[in-house]
C-alpha cells in the first residue's frame, strides 16, 4: 500500500530551526499527491556580524539527527533546505558532504544546492551570472568563489546584510526587487539567490517577466530538482519558468 496523501512522492525537508521560509515556499510548490515532511536542525541564532564559523560548524552538528528524525516516515527523497556549510569550502567539499548526508539517510536520494543550482543553470545555457546573497562580505566572497571555481563568471554580487539566521526572513519583496535590479545588466545571462530563509519565490517570478531573464532562487531550484529526479515532471505556472518549462 501506498501513503493515502502522498502516493507519488513524500519529500524530507531538512531546515535549520531558525529557518521560517523553506517550509511554507515549499508546501505552495506540491504537485498532487506529493507530500512534504519537515525535520529542524536544533541551531541557535548566531551572529553573522562575529563571523559565519560558528553558524557552519553547529550546522554540521545538528544535519544528521534531523535527517534521522525524517527517515522513519519513510521518505523518497530528503532536501537539505540551507546553505552556508555547502558554500564555505568550495565545490571539493561538496561530494563529501552528499555521500554523509547520503549515508545518515539510508542511502535515500539527496537534493543539495550546488546539484540542483548546476541542473538548472545547465537548462538555461547560463554562466554569467550575478548573485543575491542574505550574507554580509565575508559570506558573499564564499559565495562567489564557489561558483567561480565551479565554472561560471560570476558578474556581480549583492549582499543584502543580514545579522542573523533569523533576520534573513525578515527581508522584504521590496528589497528583493531592489536587488534584482541592482544587479542585473546586459552582461547577466541568469540571476541566482542563495539562501533558504529568503522568501524570494514570488518575486522572482514576478522579476522574470520585467527582465526577460531566469531568476533562480534556493527553496524552488532545490524543489525542481528533488521533483524532477524522482520523476515527477509536472508542470507548475505561477512559480517562474523552471517549474513552468524545464
Known amino acids: ?6 502516493p507519488r512522492l513524500k519529500v524530507g525537508v531538512v531546515v535549520p530551526a531558525t529557518n521560517t521560509s523553506v517550509q511554507p515556499e515549499m508546501e505552495a510548490l506540491r504537485p ?29 552538528e545538528s544535519t544528521h539527527k534531523a535527517i534521522a528524525g525524517i527517515v522513519p516516515c519513510k521518505p523518497d527523497c530528503i532536501v537539505i533546505g540551507f546553505s552556508p556549510e555547502i558554500y564555505w569550502d568550495g565545490p571539493e567539499s561538496h561530494a563529501p558532504v552528499l555521500e554523509s548526508m547520503r549515508a545518515a539517510a539510508g542511502g535515500l536520494p539527496v537534493t543539495m544546492s550546488p546539484d540542483a543550482f548546476n541542473a538548472a543553470l545547465a537548462r538555461y545555457e547560463a554562466s554569467r551570472i550575478a548573485v543575491i546573497t542574505p550574507y554580509l562580505p565575508v559570506g558573499d566572497d564564499s559565495v562567489s568563489r564557489f561558483f567561480t571555481d565551479s565554472g561560471y563568471e560570476v558578474v556581480r554580487v549583492r549582499g ?10 525578515h527581508v522584504s519583496e521590496a528589497e528583493l526587487r531592489d536587488a534584482v535590479k541592482e544587479i542585473d545588466g546586459p552582461d547577466v545571462e541568469a540571476i541566482v539567490q542563495v539562501g ?28 525542481w530538482h528533488a521533483l524532477r529526479q524522482s520523476g515527477i515532471a509536472d508542470r507548475l505556472r505561477g512559480f517562474g519558468s523552471l517549474l513552468a518549462e524545464h
Open 32 to 60: 498532487f499527491g506529493v507530500t512534504n515532511h519537515t525535520g529542524r536542525m536544533l541551531t541557535a541564532d548566531h551572529s553573522l556580524v562575529e563571523g559565519i564559523d560558528t553558524l557552519v560548524d553547529s550546522y554540521r
Open 196 to 223: 533558504t530563509n529568503v522568501a524570494m519565490m514570488r518575486v522572482a517570478a514576478a522579476a522574470e517577466e520585467w527582465i526577460g531573464k531566469p531568476v533562480v532562487t534556493n527553496n524552488t531550484v532545490l524543489y
Open 1 to 6: 500500500m501506498t501513503d493515502s496523501l502522498g
Open 160 to 169: 543584502l546584510g543580514c545579522s542573523s539566521p533569523e533576520k534573513i526572513s
